[in-house]
T-cell receptor, first 114, second 112 residues
Framework: DQQVKQNSPSLSVQEGRISILNCDYT??????FLWYKKYPAEGPTFLIS?????DKNEDGRFTVFLNKSAKHLSLHIVPSQPGDSAVYFC?????????????FGTGTKLQVIP | ETGVTQTPRHLVMGMTNKKSLKCEQH?????MYWYKQSAKKPLELMFV???????ENNSVPSRFSPECPNSSHLFLHLHTLQPEDSALYLC???????????FGQGTRLTVV
């Protein structure tokens, strides 16, 4: 049972336009959400996070939106740059099976076309 | 460079071999993790150490054995693995358990 879902395995966006990566979750106990970026042959790198008490967090070109009622979060990158091409993982932290843990999605591969 | 170093980067081992993966962090973090990433699957949390104490073992087979001698080092001892254990093994650390994590570059393991 996948508690964190990234339904789009890939996304292509033109340079300069907005990239929107989506993530859905099922566990209402999740209270902290994170986005990671991963380049080939490297480990994931933390990008941005949001607490469940907020609905938006912005850091430069990156903004994360949280819709708790829909159990949905999204990462907006604007403007998109070729260097943003990577796999983006959504992760959620909260009580799962009696433990506090972080659960990852399967990732979305973003390609920014110059 | 994230401050988390994993060795080796690549490992090929036979099913009867014994090998160990090493992870080191000097970020002053209190929590360390082993994750497994298989193709087309989410990152799977294997083990969590918080202040050198193992706090979780997510139903990982006993052929994987973690060791955390101090808060800066984490090992994953491997023995009698199966070909389906071939994957990218990632180590991570965080200041507190289950917060923003810093990942190493991973060890690409192939079991033949």
């Amino acid at each position: 049972d996948q508690q964190v879902k990234q339904n789009s395995p890939s996304l292509s966006v033109q340079e300069g336009r907005i990239s929107i990566l989506n993530c859905d979750y099922t566990n209402s106990m999740f209270d902290y959400f994170l986005w990671y970026k991963k380049y080939p042959a490297e480990g994931p790198t933390f990008l941005i996070s949001i607490s469940s008490i907020k609905d938006k967090n912005e850091d430069g070109r990156f903004t994360v939106f949280l819709n708790k009622s829909a159990k949905h979060l999204s990462l907006h990158i604007v403007p998109s740059q070729p260097g943003d091409s990577a796999v983006y993982f959504c992760a959620a932290s909260g009580q799962t099976g009696g433990y506090q843990k972080v659960t990852f999605g399967t990732g979305t591969k973003l390609q920014v076309i110059p | 460079e994230t401050g988390v170093t994993q060795t080796p980067r690549h490992l090929v081992m036979g099913m009867t071999n014994k090998k160990s993966l090493k992870c080191e962090q000097h970020l002053g973090h209190n929590a360390m993790y082993w994750y497994k990433q298989s193709a087309k699957k989410p990152l799977e949390l294997m083990f969590v150490y918080n202040f050198k104490e193992q706090t979780e073992n997510n139903s990982v087979p006993s052929r994987f054995s973690p060791e955390c001698p101090n808060s800066s080092h984490l090992f994953l001892h491997l023995h009698t693995l199966q070909p389906e254990d071939s994957a990218l093994y990632l180590c991570a650390s965080s200041r507190q358990a289950h917060t923003e994590a810093f990942f190493g570059q991973g060890t690409r393991l192939t079991v033949v």
